[in-house]
């Protein structure tokens, strides 16, 4: 039946064919054709379906999968008709994606992690949040408004690891066949935005501390709280911008677990604004971070060696933690931040990254800061 000019089958054209087992509908003009009560009922016993260059479309053609077990070949030019059967030997398209027929998260580790650190994330920072007010409201240390703003930050992240948790729940079984909608639906792109938008947040909120820091420790200069304020509502301004800048040029997830990030020539566009995005303003932002908490660092270190000179060895120990307390803070946020953008530079210089890789530096490396930063910075001090 191969290339007939076919543009229509009735449903009950292979009535009575229940040992079919080779079907080649290849190069005709099939827009719409049920294969799920074809393979399931009418000919369960099929083996090989060549669908190639029949324009048959997915979603309007397939409600769920698997539905075959016997279907050991398909030809096609949509890798989804792969996921048809659970037996499939050679799936025959031009192009095989990296989704997994079943799940948005195939692997039951990415999973485990995605629950863990999307409810520590939620449960820390929401402790931080009310510890934090409850400083700010008894002492107004500028410092306790920092930490309140990167616990909300980290918040969001923590938000969009339980939604993709949930998300996958959802679709357990047969992701393939809601994956298109799924990356283009309002749900996914607002996921996109809220992980861009939060990451972005927590990092620029981390770079203010090392500021602050530099300036009470470095300089001995105390900074305002209108000055503050100010500069907090620049970063939010900063962080909504950059993390809505993707939806310019794109109007679905690259992946099912809604994120912009890309490292493919395939979308040149959302290429280009990931290039700015974590090499230019997110490298600057760490590269930053490093000297003011080396200006810091090497202001601590000076008092401890006048403290030496003057004979306080009490003092020198008590200047020692600031020290290793600083270099920890930048360490952790370079280990996190820095493998994502690893890969990119990797990518650009023709060294393709498997997706699955990408994906485990977004859901784990990157989110690990979200539940890193509130032990740093609050749950450390809370012990004492």
């Known amino acids: 039946m191969s290339n007939m000019n076919i543009n229509e089958i009735s449903p009950k054209a292979f009535a009575d064919l229940h040992y079919l087992q080779y079907l080649n509908l290849s190069i005709n003009e099939i827009d719409k054709f049920l294969l799920d009560n074809l393979l399931l009922q009418t000919i369960p016993n099929l083996r090989t379906l060549d669908l190639r260059d029949s324009e048959i479309n997915f979603d309007n053609s397939v409600l769920k999968v698997p539905v075959t077990r016997n279907l050991v070949y398909m030809g096609t030019n949509d890798w989804r008709f792969c996921c048809l059967s659970e037996s499939l030997v050679?799936?025959?398209?031009?192009?095989?994606?990296?989704?997994?027929?079943?799940?948005?998260?195939?692997?039951?580790?990415?999973?485990?992690?995605?629950?863990?650190?999307?409810?520590?994330?939620?449960?820390?920072?929401?402790?931080?949040?009310?510890?934090q007010s409850a400083t700010v409201k008894s002492y107004r240390q500028l410092n306790s408004i920092i930490l309140i703003n990167l616990a909300i930050a980290d918040s969001g992240t923590g938000l969009y690891m339980l939604a993709i948790?949930?998300?996958?729940?959802?679709?357990?079984?047969?992701?393939?066949?809601?994956?298109?909608?799924?990356?283009?639906?309002?749900?996914?792109?607002?996921?996109?935005?809220?992980?861009?938008?939060?990451?972005?947040?927590?990092?620029?909120?981390?770079?203010?501390?090392?500021?602050?820091?530099?300036?009470?420790?470095?300089?001995?200069?105390?900074?305002?709280?209108?000055?503050?304020?100010?500069?907090?509502?620049?970063?939010?301004?900063?962080?909504?911008?950059?993390?809505?800048?993707?939806?310019?040029?794109?109007?679905e997830s690259t992946s099912g677990v809604?994120?912009?990030?890309?490292?493919?020539?395939?979308?040149?566009?959302?290429?280009?604004?990931?290039?700015?995005?974590?090499?230019?303003?997110?490298?600057?932002?760490?590269?930053?971070?490093?000297?003011?908490?080396?200006?810091?660092?090497?202001?601590?270190?000076?008092?401890?060696?006048?403290?030496?000179?003057?004979?306080?060895?009490?003092?020198?120990?008590?200047?020692?933690?600031?020290i290793i307390l600083l270099v920890l803070q930048l360490v952790t946020r370079v280990l996190c931040w820095c493998p994502l953008q690893l890969v990119l530079i990797l990518s650009l210089c023709g060294i393709s990254t498997s997706l699955h890789v990408i994906t485990w530096l977004v859901m784990f490396v990157l989110s690990l800061s979200s539940i890193i930063n509130p032990c740093l910075f609050t749950i450390r001090n809370f012990k004492k």
């Open 165 to 251: 948790g949930t998300a996958d729940f959802l679709f357990e079984g047969s992701y393939v066949t809601v994956e298109t909608w799924w990356r283009q639906s309002p749900w996914c792109l607002t996921l996109s935005f809220l992980q861009n938008f939060s990451m972005e947040a927590s990092l620029a909120n981390l770079l203010q501390m090392s500021l602050i820091y530099m300036l009470v420790i470095g300089k001995q200069k105390q900074v305002s709280m209108r000055c503050l304020f100010l500069m907090l509502l620049s970063t939010w301004v900063f962080s909504f911008l950059v993390g809505a800048a993707p939806l310019l040029v794109t109007k």
């Open 90 to 131: 050679s799936c025959d398209s031009p192009k095989k994606d990296e989704t997994d027929c079943h799940n948005i998260v195939s692997s039951l580790y990415l999973k485990s992690c995605i629950w863990l650190i999307g409810i520590s994330s939620i449960c820390l920072n929401l402790f931080v949040i009310s510890y």
């Open 258 to 322: 809604c994120y912009f990030h890309v490292f493919f020539y395939e979308n040149s566009g959302l290429l280009v604004i990931s290039d700015i995005e974590h090499l230019l303003l997110n490298g600057v932002m760490i590269i930053l971070s490093i000297g003011l908490t080396y200006v810091s660092i090497s202001k601590v270190h000076g008092s401890a060696k006048h403290l030496k000179r003057r004979g306080s060895v009490r003092g020198r120990r008590h200047k020692q933690k600031p």
